[in-house]
């Protein structure tokens, strides 16, 4: 999932760093202005002149952890069913206005969340509001067995893209499970199980929205050259005639211990690669920083621990990536490397673990630390050039803590870890029960990782 801070796909590292001295004594604002409607509608406003475009970023408050078991993917098909026109903009409408416009638009989907966007001159900014509302609200009429049936088909031949025909891509739906007790939010793949797909009913999926895609449930960030006055007016205007949905009840999921799990995939690939999983943490928790700094450590840059052991010294991988991915309501850690021709995954795990425990005993370095600190930093206030990561992160920001301007306090959990910080974590969350999965050559079962605990 994108992570709150920067949503660093490869890195899945989030947050922000040691900068100089007098930038720490300056904090970070990105001011903004939040109002709530009276059916429950957020409106959250940041005024950006920068350039005169304007984006709308709107959350729902539901993602593939939302889902109960046998009904899974719902969150995902709904991303496309958004798209496929409303009572007055009905398909394709919605992308001839804003491509005529000059504004383009898209979705995304994960476990917590889907997002609709768009992009544009400001003087769309009635437009892309009007195009919001009236998906929200007048939808549901339009929705029909056909339009499902559509996109079903449509979703089904993403997943057999994506996962089934895909290189490694049934990863996903064996490492969940088992890196996730049954049943927990996280356990099953954004996408959905083809049998659950095919038993959608048509009005399964109008449930599914009465209950999430209310405006209670929803938050929307408008962002650029604006003024705050008139956007707050003309929500308002769109919005307030949409009923208030149903109140909504998320259970905590139950703490869990993993165990030590061992997972041999055959597949139609050239090189066997391994996948190591550890339970984590969820997103802002206490141990969520230091945890993506230590992944930082680990394979951030070419000169990171497992970049240089697995890949430039012992020429054993062609590559090594670890990531936290700290999610809502929990998280795992994950690191994946792939062998070179003629090495198993044993060879593999055995440089990770002695690398594992060396981070352990020894901690990372001042250098390290320092590293990793500027880098995730830097991409951060990168991407804090365009309004429309503003906006998400915003979005981000208000969903995971109430409060929209988020950023010098998530700064400031990144500046504040330690090397005795990551030290730490490593010991207590990556020397613990994991999910070792092994994806081989069809055939070549002999290059699998066996079982073996670190040490």
Known sequence: MRRPLLGLAALAIAGMLSAPAAAQGTPLRVPAVVDTLPNGLTLIIH??????????????????????????????????????????APYPTFDRLLESAGANNNGSTNSDRTNYYEDGPANALPL????????????????????????????????RQSYENQPYGLVTENLLPATYPAGHPYSWSTIGSMADLSAASLEDVKDFFRMYYAPNNATIV??????????????????????????????????????DTLIVLEDRVQLPRLYL??????????????????SYVLSGARNSRLTQALVYEREVATQATAFNSSKRLDGDFQV????????????????????????AKDGPTAREIGQAKNAIEAAFLNRLEFASAKAD?????????????????????????????????VRQYLLAGRVTLSVVPQGKRELAATRGVIQ
């Open 277 to 294: 999983a550890w339970h984590g943490v969820r997103e802002f928790s206490r141990d969520d920083a230091a945890l993506d700094i230590a």
């Open 336 to 359: 994946i490397a792939t062998a070179r021709p003629g090495f198993g995954l044993d060879t593999l795990k055995t440089v990770i673990d002695a690398e594992l425990r060396r981070l």
């Open 47 to 88: 005024e950006d002149r920068t350039v005169p475009t304007v984006t709308t970023n709107v959350w729902y408050h539901v993602g593939s952890g939302d889902e109960k078991v046998g009904r899974t993917g719902f969150a995902h098909l709904f991303e496309h069913l958004m798209f496929m026109g409303s009572e007055h």
């Open 128 to 159: 892309m509001l009007w195009l919001e509302a009236d998906r929200q609200g007048w939808l549901l009429e339009t929705m029909d067995a056909p339009k499902v049936d559509l996109q079903r088909d449509v979703v089904k031949n993403e997943r």
């Open 393 to 425: 992160q915003l979005n981000a920001y208000y969903y995971a803590t109430g409060t929209a301007d988020y950023f010098q306090k998530d700064l400031e959990r990144y500046r504040a870890v330690t090397a005795a910080d990551v030290q730490r974590v």
């Open 222 to 259: 408008v962002a650029g050259a604006v003024d705050p006055d008139s956007v707050k007016d003309l929500a308002r205007t769109l919005f307030a005639e949409i009923p208030r949905g149903p109140a909504i009840t998320r259970p905590t999921p139950a703490p869990f211990t993993l165990r």
